[in-house]
């Protein structure tokens, strides 16, 4: 199911890449309006697409932020290497399991963004002052298609894939040196009790 949410986030901005390679292959820019047509139903689709999977995506976020937390913590505290890099290995993995809807979801938003540019580059200066309005309708009112919940998720993207990755590392890094302090400081002690034993 996971990977279905996926796949159909890829295929809506699959669908807006193509509707923009028909719009640059038209000759005729008076044949337009059906491409416009077209658009408006795809952004409806691709919306109803975001608005089907966000609570998912938000589940899987937090079901792996949580997993990933219990696997650091099971990586600073004192295991056997062999514990420790099987919970690296879970912790790659389910990174990568919220790469696979950042992704897509970034590439939707883009494509999403980038048909308002194809028609730009449509050779509209050399109509008349109406059909230049209507071009430029269609250049002001675009609003790119994100997959985002109020308040918790507000945009998922790469840029959040790696603000969270980055949160990740940091927190990692930050209990290691944690651990590495307490170490050191009952190798101290155990040094010091064994000085004054002798």
Request: charged content about 15%; hydrophobic content about 55%; some cysteine.
């Amino acid at each position: 199911m996971c990977l279905f949410g996926a796949l159909l986030i890829w295929f809506t901005a699959a669908r807006f890449e193509c509707l923009m390679v028909e719009l640059q292959n038209t000759a005729d820019i008076r044949m337009l309006a059906p491409y416009i047509e077209k658009h408006l139903r795809l952004k409806r689709y691709a919306e109803e697409v975001a608005d089907c999977f966000r609570f998912m995506v938000l589940f899987v976020i937090a079901a792996c932020m949580f997993v990933i937390t219990i696997c650091a913590l099971a990586i600073v505290i004192n295991t056997p290497l062999i514990a420790k890099m099987l919970f690296a290995g879970i912790t790659a993995s389910l990174l990568m399991y919220i790469y696979m809807y950042a992704w897509p979801a970034d590439h939707m938003k883009e494509m999403s963004l980038k048909f308002s540019q194809s028609v730009y580059d449509l050779p509209w200066y050399e109509h008349t002052a109406t059909m230049q309005k209507n071009l430029l309708n269609i250049l002001i009112y675009q609003k790119p298609v994100i997959l985002s919940i109020s308040c918790l998720l507000p945009e998922l993207s790469l840029r959040y894939y790696c603000s969270v990755s980055c949160i990740i590392v940091r927190a990692f890094i930050k209990r290691l040196a944690l651990r590495l302090i307490l170490q050191l400081f009952e190798l101290s002690n155990f040094k010091n009790n064994s000085v004054n034993l002798i």
